[in-house]
T-cell receptor
Framework: SQTIHQWPATLVQPVGSPLSLECTVE??????LYWYRQAAGRGLQLLFY??????ISSEVPQNLSASRPQDRQFILSSKKLLLSDSGFYLC????????????FGEGSWLTVV | GESVGLHLPTLSVQEGDNSIINCAYS??????FIWYKQESGKGPQFIIDIRSNMDKRQGQRVTVLLNKTVKHLSLQIAATQPGDSAVYFC???????????FGQGTTLQVKP
């Protein structure tokens, strides 16, 4: 069966510090991978998606970047965090065909102080 | 469409009653729809899905109804339980993009 892991689960970082959130998927190959952000009491905002190694699409302009160094690894990064980067970050995957269910990780809580 | 910047509406029901959560989707080309449940502090979990060639699908205590004419999707939960308290999101998949578009989300509160 397929599983998705992301870490760390919680993170408190000062403004201006770097960020690295990691996500890995097991039990499947060539998945589509996604990073979503969810501010408290808000819906889901798609940040990045990737259809393959080194292929990243950004949905919204922002202070964050994403990378996919391996087929089942997706990393969300920032060089200098802003207060507005605080939120709940969710990694997700689906199979590389249209009209498929997205499966989410457990999320990472980021608080920028 | 996506709900950035919008507060989530709330539905409050009595334990044991049936719940109906509604969602209006935006793209007439969408051919696949999903309902997710998100408990506090956790990632969204798949509940039930439906393809556009159907108008109703039933699961365990849940039913999804699809009305393509008015682009409306609903989730019915029978005999609502306290464990059903969560935020519920609908999502649509426009067949030409392969990406899911999430709805605004609805907070379901179950009163004992």
């Amino acid at each position: 069966s397929q599983t998705i892991h992301q870490w760390p689960a919680t993170l408190v970082q000062p403004v201006g510090s770097p960020l690295s959130l990691e996500c890995t998927v097991e039990g499947t190959s060539n998945p589509n991978l996604y990073w979503y952000r969810q501010a408290a009491g808000r819906g889901l905002q798609l940040l990045f998606y990737s259809v393959g190694i080194g292929q990243i699409s950004s949905e919204v302009p922002q202070n964050l970047s994403a990378s996919r160094p391996q087929d089942r690894q997706f990393i969300l990064s920032s060089k200098k965090l802003l207060l507005s980067d605080s939120g709940f970050y969710l990694c997700a995957w689906d199979r590389s065909v249209s009209g498929n269910t997205i499966y989410f990780g457990e999320g990472s809580w980021l608080t920028v102080v | 469409g996506e709900s950035v910047g919008l507060h989530l509406p709330t539905l409050s029901v009595q334990e044991g009653d049936n719940s109906i959560i509604n969602c209006a989707y935006s793209n007439s080309a969408s051919d696949y729809f999903i309902w997710y449940k998100q408990e506090s502090g956790k990632g969204p979990q798949f509940i039930i899905d439906i393809r556009s060639n159907m108008d109703k699908r039933q699961g365990q205590r849940v039913t999804v109804l699809l009305n393509k004419t008015v682009k409306h999707l609903s989730l019915q939960i029978a005999a609502t339980q306290p464990g059903d308290s969560a935020v519920y999101f609908c999502a649509e998949s426009p067949g030409n993009t392969g990406k899911l578009i999430f709805g605004q989300g609805t907070t379901l509160q179950v009163k004992p």
